[in-house]
């Protein structure tokens, strides 16, 4: 996915969203391992995934077109083959070495993105998958609303359904819908994040950038590496680190030029 204030065909990258999406997946990679570890977490998954809906929201209309169903297939197609890519090995070695004791049914639900639904799966992260397609799916129906009441009604009925059904923390639906109206907003007034033009800030931009593109595979890779890690080899302290960060990302560069290849 470009990091562009609008979808234009000279795609160019925002330093700051991309340093963001860099971050929120390393604060997530933390707060498994510190939890692996037995160590305080600082609640670190709530300010990853909330920067996660943010910058989901805040490219997920473009140029802010009316969303067509194409539109939605192109936004779910993002999410869950890469997940599959995940996923599927984790089932089958899940089935071969019974890390844990999982029904047929509740890994269909968890193939098919609704591990939120699902007691203990066998993944944990694929509850955001459940999330993060309801936004979207949520989104395209408030967009095509034809009345502006109905938006805000289908907003709030919206909001109380991501509480209650989904069990979601209100920062992530806020993030979500915030992230989108500052796409709006900067967009429409023409904002600019920096003015910097030097050779420099150029380098480490397309540097971010680059590194960027690997943020959604390694938020997909580490929780299987982390666990591999610690249950596996039994590792602990320092080495459990710097193995379960090494393992990461090879799988994290393993499973992205896979799927360059294959979309």
Known sequence: MCTKLSEVSNCKPVFTLSLLRIVAAGLIFLFHFLGLSN???????????????????????????????????????????????????????NRIVDYKETSIFSDLLVFLGLGLFVDNPVYVISWFITLIVYYYILLFIIVNAKY??????????????????????????????????????INKFSFKFTNISS????????????????????????????IFTFKVLNLGGVSSL?????LTGILTYIHHNLLKKIS
């Open 199 to 226: 050779r420099f800030y150029e380098s480490a931009n397309s540097f971010v950038f680059s590194i960027q593109n690997y943020s959604y595979s390694f938020f997909l890779t580490q929780g299987a590496a982390l």
């Open 148 to 185: 502006v009441t109905l938006r805000l009604s289908i907003i709030i009925l919206g909001y109380f359904a991501a509480i209650l059904i989904f069990n979601s923390h209100w920062a992530y639906y806020f993030g979500f819908f915030i992230g989108l109206a500052s796409h709006i907003i």
């Open 242 to 246: 710097l193995a379960s960060l090494t």
């Open 39 to 93: 160590l305080p977490t600082y609640k670190l998954d709530y300010v990853a995934l909330t920067l996660f809906l943010f910058i989901s929201g805040w490219f997920s209309l473009g140029i802010f077109k009316i969303p067509s169903h194409t539109w939605l297939f192109k936004r779910l197609k993002r999410i869950m083959i890469p997940y599959w890519g995940v996923i599927v090995p984790v089932l089958i070695a």
